[in-house]
């Protein structure tokens, strides 16, 4: 659409239209807004009211260049190289996952546990796993002033977009991101949170597009069974654990029993938390005793 009927709300609803046409949308016109105001710069608040505005050839170049992605079945949030997660907007990268809402589980589920056991205001060392944007670590750090955090990944590029994310979210002087296999942390943390791959290798085929050809492999392939991480992980438990602290995993929808049966074999128990659509999300882990009063996080070495 070229000329001066190519307003901005003429091309938002055109590619509203195209992108429900297609039937790959469960939210089509919250796509083309997303989409548009990416594309264009502005916030998607505020598209209702430029409605009449003319857009130049290069405007409309570069719209269609983002339909044309999201077609073709690029996720939103790959074509923007952004997403929100726990109110904050995280940048992403090639080598991250998209934070996903059902991932915030698992913020509610450790800052549930440190309400009951000690509260926000006191000093806590997270390790977060597998740390990819970093969304788990700066929701954490966002909502517990005296903490510190250190992510580690086992993509170099993941960590440096997970740090480039603290910078900018405003926890970067309370955390640490770096490249390193399971349990690589020089110090035993109060609080340990992971999203590790946990999809069974032979099912990644089988995926969803949006996943399997955009999601990188690292990040997904959990192994035979799926469970290959958390194995390494709980292994090494006693060693990263606090004798007070608690560890929490995100699951896929049928490995609770697992996991559990995995971290009571090792001596620990654990308790399941179900998501908003009622799926088990979330197993914690965690000894019998808390940390004691009056104690404070190692630092970083």
């Known amino acids: 659409m070229t000329g001066p009927a190519a307003t901005l709300g003429a091309v938002r609803r055109a590619a509203a239209r195209r992108l429900a046409e297609l039937g790959m949308d469960a939210t089509p016109a919250l796509d083309a807004r997303l989409l548009v105001a990416g594309a264009l710069g502005v916030a998607p608040d505020r598209l209702v009211l430029m409605d009449d505005r003319a857009l130049s050839d290069a405007e409309i170049d570069a719209i269609e260049a983002a339909i044309e992605r999201r077609l073709a079945g690029e996720p939103v949030a790959r074509i923007l190289g952004e997403k929100e997660f726990w109110g904050l907007t995280f940048q992403l990268a090639d080598a991250t996952l998209v934070p996903r809402p059902d991932t915030e589980t698992?913020?509610?589920?450790?800052?549930?546990?440190?309400?009951?056991?000690?509260?926000?205001?006191?000093?806590?060392?997270?390790?977060?796993i597998g740390t990819g944007t970093g969304a788990i670590l700066i929701a954490l750090l966002?909502?517990?002033?005296?903490?510190?955090?250190?992510?580690?990944?086992?993509?170099?590029?993941?960590?440096?977009?997970?740090?480039?994310?603290?910078?900018?979210?405003?926890?970067?002087?309370?955390?640490?991101?770096?490249?390193?296999?399971?349990?690589?942390?020089s110090a035993p943390a109060d609080v340990?949170?992971?999203?590790?791959?946990?999809?069974?290798?032979?099912?990644?085929q089988t995926l969803d597009r949006e996943v399997r050809d955009h999601d990188p492999l690292l990040a997904l392939d959990g192994g035979d069974d799926g469970l290959d991480a958390y194995r390494a992980i709980v292994a090494d438990?006693?060693?990263?654990?606090?004798?007070?602290?608690?560890?929490?995993?995100?699951?896929?929808?049928?490995?609770?029993?697992?996991?559990?049966?995995?971290?009571?074999?090792?001596?620990?128990?654990?308790?399941?938390?179900?998501?908003?659509?009622g799926h088990d999300r979330v197993v914690e882990i965690h000894r019998s005793n808390w940390l004691p009063t009056g104690s404070k996080p190692g630092g970083f070495e």
Do not use: C, K
């Open 142 to 185: 966002s909502e517990l002033p005296q903490a510190i955090g250190l992510g580690v990944d086992l993509s170099e590029a993941a960590a440096r977009t997970a740090r480039a994310n603290a910078e900018r979210l405003g926890v970067g002087d309370r955390s640490l991101f770096i490249r390193g296999s399971w349990g690589e942390s």
């Open 106 to 128: 698992l913020v509610e589920a450790a800052l549930a546990w440190i309400d009951r056991t000690q509260g926000r205001d006191r000093p806590f060392r997270i390790v977060d």
């Open 237 to 277: 438990l006693d060693r990263m654990m606090r004798p007070g602290g608690a560890t929490f995993f995100e699951i896929g929808f049928d490995q609770a029993q697992s996991l559990s049966a995995l971290a009571e074999q090792a001596g620990f128990a654990a308790v399941v938390h179900a998501d908003l659509a």
């Open 192 to 204: 340990i949170v992971s999203n590790p791959p946990y999809i069974r290798s032979e099912v990644i």
